[in-house]
């Protein structure tokens, strides 16, 4: 399993505790932006955020850069949208989304947004809406060079080095190639799969 995936994880699991402590201790009431609602759930799911993070990759299997571009999606929107707190209501109807929109911005063969929506527990339907309500959200605004990559990469190794000493960034710069330029029998593997479950790009 990705390092990224344990990183990624511990990042959001710390920022998701301290938001229910601003939470616990503000007034205010939720966000009157539907689209901001629309990721959140009547009920937490039964699955810690490493657990859906790698049922993620055991399913669709994106190469380690796509969380790191997902994680910049993130914090770019709670950037754009300061009311959005990222809490255990919605962190896996967002991570569903980010890494779905992530992987169709970087990568050239890509699951459907059904398949997507198989393994994020969601209807498809759901899935399509909150993949526009996403882009919305974000002002369209996907675009992330070199060093933006980079600098989150620095920045995700950073905030858990004292915790479990991660180092992701040489280890996702090495992948990157392998997971973003498959070779031709991994693209005929790929395509011949896709066609066995009824998926392709979207």
């Excluded at 339907?125 to 933006?148: A, Q, R, T, Y």
Aim: a positive charge.
């Amino acid at each position: 399993m990705p390092s990224v995936i344990s990183v990624l994880a511990s990042l959001l699991e710390r920022t998701m505790a301290r938001n229910e402590r601003i939470t616990r201790k503000c007034t205010q009431t939720l966000s009157k932006d539907a689209r901001i609602r629309a990721f959140e759930c009547h009920e937490t799911l039964d699955m810690t955020t490493q657990a859906f993070l790698e049922r993620i990759y055991r399913y669709v299997r994106v190469a380690p850069p796509i969380y790191v571009v997902a994680y910049i999606y993130i914090d770019r929107l709670c950037q754009i949208n300061p009311e959005f707190r990222i809490t255990t209501f919605n962190v896996h109807r967002l991570l569903i989304t980010t890494i779905m929109v992530a992987s169709k911005f970087v990568e050239d063969m890509n699951y459907r947004n059904s398949y997507f929506a198989r393994v994020g527990g969601l209807m498809t339907k759901e899935m399509n809406e909150l993949e526009v309500d996403f882009l919305f959200l974000m002002g369209f605004k996907l675009h992330v060079n070199v060093s933006i990559f980079d600098s989150y990469c620095r920045h995700l190794e950073r905030e858990v080095s004292i915790g479990g000493g991660y180092h992701i960034e040489r280890t996702l710069w090495s992948m990157c190639s392998k997971g973003m330029k498959a070779n031709d029998s991994e693209k005929r593997d790929f395509k011949q799969l896709t066609h066995v479950i009824g998926c392709s790009s979207h």
